[in-house]
């Protein structure tokens, strides 16, 4: 398995904010900043859009970087 990487993107004047996740091997899913929730939780729900995309399984472990949030599979 792969560690997926996520970014937030502030909004534009033609895009709202959002999420990006990356897996290691550069395949990428964005979804819309989820204003209900905050901080990790709006991370997390990036890289489960990115797993369910994948049929990856949706357990994982997250930890703050500089610039984003990374997630691991439990093992």
């Not at 901080?39 to 729900?45: I, K, N, T, V």
């Not at 357990?59 to 990374?70: H, P, R, S």
């Amino acid at each position: 398995m792969q560690a997926i990487r996520t970014k937030y993107h502030g909004p534009t004047n033609t895009r709202g904010a959002r999420i990006t996740a990356t897996s290691g091997s550069g395949l990428k899913c964005t979804i819309p900043y989820p204003y209900e929730l905050s901080g990790e939780a709006c991370h997390r729900e990036a890289a489960t859009a990115l797993c369910n995309k994948l049929q990856w399984p949706t357990d994982l472990i997250g930890g703050e970087l500089k610039d984003g949030f990374v997630f691991v599979f439990k093992p």
